[in-house]
């Protein structure tokens, strides 16, 4: 009699196996219930318990939510600062306008007298944080950036500049700066260069008062040239240290040259003067290689002396079109605006910059004679097209259909 299969049959989860996975799953509900008990730890129903008294209870703050950090960041900050402090802090703009305000919504039911039931829905962390910042008159400005200047963040920022002690004129005010569309382009990220930083230092300095924009665009105007000098200097300074070493070489190599060429003239011994010559040519053939680095280091330093140079013209034109722009309010109105805390609060405290400033660009204006040029241009280009087409049909052996 054989031998029954069941017997060579086995599971294909072995009982090991099986083990494993339970205690897998279990480890796993223990880690979570631990996780869930620290946030209960941590996170009660006032939000995050801090030790050291910087939002939450206590404070004029609510506890920023657990899911985002700019507010716990901002904060953190914020209570760092002395009753005379100020800090500027990179944000991404999403503190801007995140959370919704508290809202009455209809839930869809009626009540006896057939009105329809309202539920209130109450505000998000993140609208009551801005709220309570911008009803304490600690936010100063806020500056939108490009996109891409801080390397590996591609999201859009700004600078939200915080002050305790503002002048009195402005604790109702906040200044909103577009300063998104001057910048200059590179391959890994963007850069702010310093006529983007001179707007930007000019418009928060002046705070919408055209009378300071003359001194500011001296002012700014020269401390910004003088760092431009100073990081040109610095540049062409380290180039020269970078390529000292070529250039100990060189000069050398140029001794050795000239002495062997003074000693070539004197020689009289055709035997030996051939060997000088022999001597020097190598000596040549030695310095063509750090002659090159020489020239790729004089290359370097002159294209940051013209870079500096650019720079600097730009830093004049800037200075000309901010002292113009302050002449031309509803041209400001595209750059930079003075907002009152009324205004913020009938925008639900949303300090997204596009609600207050026209950061709209129009399209080009085309003439209507370079419009129609341009179309028939188009047109004949059509007609080639369709002619080559044509001829490439024909010569397959395809003949062009009959119009009639």
């Known amino acids: 009699m054989g031998r029954s299969r069941s017997s060579h049959w086995s599971s294909p989860i072995s009982p090991s196996r099986t083990s494993s996975g339970g205690s897998n799953r279990n480890s796993r509900r223990t880690t979570r219930r631990r996780k869930d008990k620290l946030k209960k730890e941590v996170f009660g129903k006032e939000g995050y318990k801090d030790p050291f008294g910087r939002f939450g209870r206590g404070t004029a703050f609510r506890s920023p939510p657990a899911g ?18 100020r800090a500027d802090v990179v944000c991404p703009q999403g503190v801007l306008f995140r959370g919704q305000p508290e809202v009455e919504e209809e839930t869809g039911e009626f009540d006896d007298d057939g009105n329809p039931k309202i539920k209130r829905r109450k505000a998000d962390d993140e ?19 490009p996109l891409n200047v801080f390397y590996g963040a591609g999201v859009p920022a700004c600078l939200l500049i915080l002050r305790k002690n503002r002048p009195a004129s402005r604790t109702d005010k906040v200044l909103l700066v577009y300063a998104a569309r001057h910048y200059r382009e590179l391959s890994n990220q963007n850069e702010l260069r310093p006529q983007d930083v001179m707007r930007m230092l000019v418009h928060y300095h002046a705070y919408g008062d055209t009378k300071k924009v003359q001194k500011l665009v001296q002012q700014h105007g020269g401390r910004i040239r003088a760092e431009i000098e100073r990081r040109e200097q610095e540049e062409v300074e ?35 003067k051939k060997e000088l010559e022999a001597a020097i040519s190598k000596l040549e053939k030695q310095r063509e290689k750090p002659a090159a680095k020489l020239a790729e280091r004089d ?53 997204n910059i596009p609600r207050y400033v026209d950061t709209f660009e129009p399209e080009p204006r085309v003439e209507v004679k370079d419009a129609i040029r341009e179309l028939r241009a188009a047109s004949g280009e059509l007609a080639d097209a369709d002619a080559k087409l044509s001829q490439i049909l024909e010569s397959m052996g395809y003949a062009p259909a009959d119009p009639n």
């Open 68 to 85: 985002y950090g700019d507010y716990a960041f901002i904060l953190h900050i914020l209570a760092s600062l002395t009753d005379e402090g």
């Open 238 to 272: 380290r180039l020269e240290a970078e390529y000292a070493m070529y250039a100990d070489k060189v000069a050398k190599l140029n001794e050795e040259i000239a002495a062997a060429k003074s000693k070539c003239k004197a020689e009289t011994s055709e035997t030996a």
């Open 127 to 145: 609208h009551l944080i801005r709220e309570a910042l911008l009803q304490s008159h600690l936010i100063d400005a806020v500056i939108s950036l």
């Open 299 to 351: 290359e370097r330093i002159a294209e940051a002396r013209r870079k500096a140079e650019d720079d600097r013209r730009d830093v004049t034109a800037v200075g000309d079109e901010l002292i113009a722009l302050y002449d031309d309010p509803d041209e400001l109105l595209k750059h930079a605006r003075v907002v009152s805390l009324a205004e913020i609060e009938e925008n639900e405290f949303n300090l």
